[in-house]
């Protein structure tokens, strides 16, 4: 329910806006010649919260999100990274299915 509520631009915008808006869309730090990492800042503090909760919950239930997680894990890739990626993945899907209108599928083993 937070996200209808706490985004109604959610299927109105794209995949890397609404990850803006949301904040968990990595900026990176560069100014001439350094180069510094990437992090995600900014965004809907309430929404990226329940987001959170939900992609830790996802990674360990939901199977599509699992072996999302798995593959960055075995990538070399920090907790905190994959986490905020599943949130992202997470996210986009919504977006996409408040946008045509479907409601969830869940992908065949």
Same mark, same amino acid.
């Given at each position: ?32 010649? @350094? ?16 987001? @959170? ?25 920090? @907790? ?30």
């Amino acid at each position: 329910m937070t996200p209808v509520v706490r985004l109604p631009e959610l299927g109105r915008l794209s995949r890397h806006a609404i990850a803006c808006l949301i904040g968990v869309a990595p900026f990176d730090d560069e100014s001439g010649q @350094h180069t510094g990492r990437r992090a995600c800042r900014g965004g809907r503090r309430r929404v990226r919260t329940m987001l @959170h909760t939900g992609a830790l919950a996802a990674a360990h239930c939901n199977p599509m999100t699992q072996a999302f997680c798995r593959r960055l894990k075995a990538a070399g890739k920090a @907790h905190r990274v994959v986490i905020v990626a599943a949130m992202r993945k997470i996210i986009v899907i919504l977006n996409a299915m408040v946008r045509d209108g479907k409601p969830w599928e869940h992908a065949a083993a």
